[in-house]
């Protein structure tokens, strides 16, 4: 069983700043990537920003410049930095985790946390 679980959501004011944490436990046997997804009412969910094993990473336009992403492999943690937030951005953000959860098979598969909520308002 993998288990992805998310924290440090919360209300912020316009230009404040949150950071989000995800920890990926349980049979884990490599993990290629770990990236941030959210879901904002009445809307799909998007791509926020991810970072793959070779440090590679990749923002959405909305965000560029104002969150960043970062990994700490020895605890299969990722973390969003997330600055100068402004109300578009409230939404429920999710964890990802592109993993492989068994030494037999070679084949990576997507995990997903139960999500943290982010409010940015005034």
């Known amino acids: 069983q993998v288990q992805l679980v998310e924290s440090g959501g919360g209300l912020v004011q316009p230009g404040g700043s949150l950071r989000l944490s995800c920890t990926a436990s349980?049979?884990?046997?490599?993990?290629?990537?770990m990236g941030w997804y959210r879901q904002a009412p009445g809307k799909q969910r998007e791509l926020v920003a991810t970072?793959?094993?070779?440090?590679?990473?990749n923002y959405a336009d909305s965000v560029k410049g104002r969150f960043t992403i970062s990994r700490d492999y020895a605890k299969n943690t990722v973390y969003l930095q997330m600055n100068s937030l402004k109300p578009e951005d409230t939404a429920v953000y999710y964890c990802?985790?592109?993993?492989?959860?068994?030494?037999?098979?070679?084949?990576?598969?997507?995990?997903w946390g139960q999500g943290t909520q982010v409010t940015v308002s005034s």
């Open positions: 990802n985790a592109v993993l492989k959860a068994s030494p037999l098979i070679s084949t990576y598969d997507s995990y």
């Open positions: 970072i793959t094993s070779g440090v590679a990473t």
């Open positions: 349980g049979s884990i046997f490599g993990i290629y990537a």
